[in-house]
């Protein structure tokens, strides 16, 4: 599975350059508050793992105007950070690298 450069942003955590998406319109699922706002985050020019990101909150675009947050870039940077750290190889080929931050108290926003 590959990002595609169109919707996606880039970003750069240490020395390595990321490509990250989040989808601009909710699931029906996302939508309705059944499933948490993701994002999928890719090494940039690299065809490896992706990394798949639940966010633990409902997406901002979501119908029912469930509380929500916004993806920020430092949030990115962040769930990076903490995936490499549990064993995230972005440049080796295999299934998505799943990341639930609902089940992580250390990955908390900053207040």
């Known amino acids: 599975?590959?990002?595609?450069?169109?919707?996606?942003?880039?970003?750069?955590?240490?020395?390595?350059?990321?490509?990250?998406?989040?989808?601009?319109?909710?699931?029906?699922?996302?939508?309705?508050?059944?499933?948490?706002c993701t994002y999928a985050v890719e090494l940039e020019g690299a065809s490896?793992?992706?990394?798949?990101v639940h966010t633990g909150h409902a997406h901002p675009g979501n119908w029912l105007v469930l509380p929500s947050a916004p993806v920020v870039p430092s949030d990115v940077a962040r769930t990076i950070r903490l995936a490499?750290?549990?064993g995230w190889n972005p440049q080796a080929p295999g299934p998505p690298f799943m990341l639930d931050l609902s089940k992580d108290e250390d990955v908390s926003p900053p207040p």
């Open 1 to 36: 599975m590959a990002l595609g450069r169109r919707g996606s942003r880039r970003i750069v955590v240490g020395e390595a350059a990321y490509r990250w998406r989040l989808r601009g319109r909710p699931t029906y699922s996302q939508g309705l508050g059944w499933t948490p």
């Open 84 to 86: 490499l750290s549990r």
């Open 48 to 52: 490896g793992t992706v990394l798949v």
